[in-house]
């Protein structure tokens, strides 16, 4: 795909961010799009949100880990993004939709904080570990401005992994004390039990899943650096949300997050 295809389509997909409405999917009108071109999309997007507006990177995350998140999607592999200090929320925060969001769904995960830079390819589970230092309950808010979350996995990449904000609880601990493939996490909807999962969920353990963004990142010349965010995927299928709904999770002897739409 040449140079000016991915800055238009970067730049689409910038202005659709900001409009707050979507567009038709990219695999409609661009056959033979590769995961590569949809990447470089995705970095011309995030240009324009770093040096036109001001944000910073602050992290990376990964999606579509899970067999409930890929069959609910129908997309079969990992996705991954960018995260920037404009995305966060706190711990109990009030989300905005109207004029913020498009089509949120809510995702319970596991957040890790690093230490160290991690470089790929060749990162390990046990040099994941090493370099983090807490992990942390979080939402990840997905929001697709694809119509209708008709995704393939080049239109999520493109688009960032169809990331909207993420919340972080106020707990942080450290992962060596805990069996991150056996967390449990119970995740709440309006204070009834909507969805449960475990750590396992995520590619079977979620250092794996952090290891194989740091590998796949790594091919493309982007590390993880120290005192990054890494969102390692949801433990349980996407929750949609629209503006009354209040979200929390509980990690078994982690801590928990919430939030509410307004």
């Not at 880990?65 to 079969?76: A, D, I, N, R, Y």
């Not at 450290?174 to 995520?202: F, T």
Request: with cysteine; glycine share 10%.
């Amino acid at each position: 795909m040449d140079s000016q295809l991915i800055k238009r389509l970067g730049d689409e997909l910038y202005q659709a961010l900001r409009d707050f409405r979507t567009l038709t999917p990219l695999t409609d009108r661009e056959i033979g799009i590769t995961i590569e071109d949809a990447y470089h999309i995705s970095l011309r997007m995030l240009s324009r949100r770093v040096e036109g507006d001001g944000e910073q990177v602050v992290g990376k995350k990964i999606g579509v880990t899970s067999k409930p998140v890929q069959e609910m999607l129908g997309v079969f592999q990992p996705d991954f993004g960018f995260l920037t200090d404009a995305m966060a929320y706190p711990d109990m925060a009030d989300i905005p939709i109207a004029g913020h969001l498009i089509s949120p769904r809510a995702e319970g995960e596991i957040a890790f904080r690093l230490k160290k830079d991690l470089v790929g390819p060749g990162v390990t589970e046990a040099d994941v570990l090493d370099a983090t230092e807490t992990i942390i309950p979080c939402f990840e808010i997905v929001d697709s401005r694809i119509e209708d979350w008709k995704i393939k996995i080049q239109d999520t990449v493109a688009d960032n992994a169809s990331c909207g904000v993420y919340v972080l609880g106020k707990n942080e601990v450290e992962p060596r004390d805990y069996d991150l493939p056996n967390l449990k996490m119970r995740i709440y909807k309006n204070d009834e039990l909507h969805a449960e999962g475990l750590g396992s969920a995520v590619q079977g353990n979620p250092l794996t899943a952090v290891a194989w963004l740091a590998n796949t990142l790594g091919e493309f010349g982007i590390p993880f650096k120290a005192g990054e965010l890494i969102l390692s995927g949801s433990l349980a299928p996407l929750i949609p949300v629209v503006a009354g709904d209040r979200m929390s999770l509980e990690i078994e002897g982690v801590g928990g997050c919430s939030c509410t739409f307004v």
